[in-house]
């Protein structure tokens, strides 16, 4: 299902930082870090991120620019980092790798033909989470003392896992596919200027006289990242066919359309694979020397690009007090 066709659906109100201090955030860390690591490998010399011998580790830069802001506000971060990508989805990572070449292609041509600002826009585009960056992220993070889990599956799904079952209070993604996992309270926008947006479960289904099994059913008719959807059927043909026929199969029965692997589709938004071995909560104890000399000396990283973010993690710490942070 498009962003855009869940987002017509969705209950979303802005939430003021002030109003969630103190609140403990699952996050999508595949989804924040890739937000950070499209915005500074479009908008930053790529010679701030590149190693002597060519390691692009933007996701550094990301990093340490990110952060602040959960701890500005009196927010700890847990990050969940997706495991293995079910089968299910492999059509639409074949897309997406598709549409990667194409980038690389249109981008080897900007850069041929001079075109910088084309070049940095397609840039962005061909961004992928290689595992030097999947590494050096979880390594930044353990010096930085912000706890970090590995799902089994996909990271949304385990993050919304542990808001429904009330071990975290908030799951920060930009993707509205946690409403599909059953994600109870969702703060979007973490990755922007101003206040994060919230997306809640109850009220969506409330606006909608929807049950949450239903909500999933529009969404697999809409189309999601594991089918495609019905020609035709948009987030409000959805719910009105739902509402007539009662649940998914009732709709594809009455219109002799046909899901492949619909069951097990649904079964992975109900019941996806997560694990309930991790721990929440504690203090946090950033160990910044260390920190600063991991992304600046080990992995030279331009200091100009990561002072800031720093300073301003440093400063939260005290701001916060040494007993939360210490």
């Known amino acids: 299902m498009g962003n855009a066709d869940l987002r017509s659906l969705a209950a979303l109100s802005e939430c003021p930082f002030e109003n969630i201090e ?66 299910l989805k492999d059509d ?37 989470l290689t595992e030097t960056i999947q590494e050096t992220t ?34 920060g993604s930009e993707d509205y596919d946690t409403l599909l996992f059953g994600a109870p309270r969702t703060l979007r926008g973490l990755t922007s200027k101003g206040h994060p947006e919230l997306m809640e479960l109850e009220p969506t289904l409330t606006t909608h006289d929807l049950t949450y099994e239903q909500l999933v059913d529009v969404a697999l008719l809409c189309g999601t990242d594991f089918n495609e959807g019905i020609r035709g059927i948009g987030p409000k043909t959805g719910v009105k066919l739902i509402k007539k026929h009662g649940d998914l199969f009732g709709v594809l029965e009455a219109r002799d359309e046909h899901i492949p692997f619909a069951d097990r589709i649904r079964e992975l938004f109900f019941n996806p694979p997560v694990t309930t071995e991790y721990t929440v909560g504690g203090s946090i104890t950033p160990d910044l020397v260390a920190a600063r000399a991991y992304v600046i000396e080990e992995w030279e990283v331009d200091e100009s690009e990561v002072d800031r973010g720093f300073e301003r993690i440093e400063q939260s710490v005290v701001q916060t007090g040494l007993d939360r942070w210490s």
């Open 22 to 87: 103190g609140s403990t955030v699952a996050v999508d860390a595949h989804n924040w870090l890739y937000r950070y690591l499209t915005t500074t490998v479009k908008w930053t010399d790529d010679a701030v991120y590149t190693t002597a011998d060519g390691t692009e580790v933007a996701n550094l830069v990301g990093v340490i620019q990110g952060l602040p802001k959960f701890f500005e506000h009196g927010l700890t971060p847990i990050f969940v980092f997706d495991g293995g990508v079910t089968e």
């Open 92 to 128: 639409e990572v074949e897309k997406r790798r598709e549409q990667r070449k194409k980038a690389e292609k249109r981008l080897e041509e900007a850069e041929n033909a001079g075109n910088a600002l084309e070049a940095a826009r397609l840039s962005a585009r061909t961004v992928r």
């Open 138 to 171: 979880r390594e930044l993070l353990d010096l930085l003392d912000v706890p970090y889990i590995d799902a089994p599956a996909e990271g949304e799904a385990q993050a919304s896992y542990m808001n429904r079952v009330g071990d975290v209070d908030f799951v």
